[in-house]
């Protein structure tokens, strides 16, 4: 059995997919995947897949799609998973002969909890569960819930070893592409002096854009790794650390896919949206206000973010209590 997973974008979402790969590999398929080339080489080394292809998301227009699935019609797949399930990926699959199976994002409930606030105490999504249930109806067994698990090379992890303190250390990625998501930088630095005080060391993961705020957490740029690693050498800082502290962002993904514990600031949006880790994979740290969640992404026009304040003293204390 031959099969393609389809998932472009973003980051965290596209790791996610990896809860499916041991099923997969078990009913004996062969496992090819399509996602933006920004995030590919996260499954280059993986020995459970055949053939990682990138594309560029934002530049597939109507002929790019066309030529891209005349590309993949020479592949012959049993069945095509399309765990993205937006216009482009639908549009893709009608151009492809092969049984293509969606998965249901949930997306008009997800909306409608915005509007119907008491609907975030009716159900909880989680997204490795609904791609495991696409995957399903394949005829393939998949555990429920299953978690994602990314591989890092030895070389990968021995090269970021020499490079992180000696003594244990913790994990702050404070980066948020949306301000309703975004735990204030003040914040995390007190955050950092409490873990210091509690005698471990920190250290900031993340992209250019949290170069920034990653300084002033650290106070030192060997400890601040924002803007300066690949993704799988961000990953294997977080797989070697005690813990993460994290946004509602890619970060929380990365740490699932290592076996990190990971401690989630929530703001404007809601673990009932799908992205929360499971109970063994780490804990939520949220507000509870009859406003939340006002948004899907963390795009908000709310001047007040009161779903932000929550104390640094509360966030190191329930993430230490995670770990114990």
Known sequence: MKVLLIRLSSIGDVILIS???????????EIDILTDKSIAPIFVPDTRIRKVMGVSKNRLSFQAVKELADNLKKENYDYV??????????????????????YNKQSLWRREVIFFKFL???????????????????????????????FIPEETELHISRLLPHRKFVVIAPGARWEGKAYPIRKYKRIAQILRRV????????GKEDVEAGMEITGAYNLNFCGRLTLLESMAVIKQAEFVISNDSSAVHM??????????????????????PLESEGTVIRKELPCNPCSLHGKVRCEHLKCLDIPPKEVVTKALQMIS
Do not use: M, W
């Open 120 to 150: 975030k105490r009716k159900k909880q999504l989680f997204i490795p569960e609904l791609y495991a249930k696409a995957v399903r109806k394949a005829g393939i067994e998949v555990e429920e819930n299953p978690t994602p698990e990314i």
């Open 199 to 206: 005698g471990f060391e920190v250290v900031t993961v993340g």
């Open 19 to 29: 809860s499916v790969f041991n099923a997969l590999k078990k009913a004996g398929a």
């Open 255 to 276: 740490a699932r896919a290592v076996k990190t514990k990971v401690a989630v600031i929530y703001g404007a949006t809601h673990p009932c949206f799908g992205f929360a």
């Open 81 to 102: 998973f399309d765990l993205h399930n937006i216009l482009k990926t639908r549009l893709l699959s009608k151009f492809l002969p092969f049984k293509t199976i969606r």
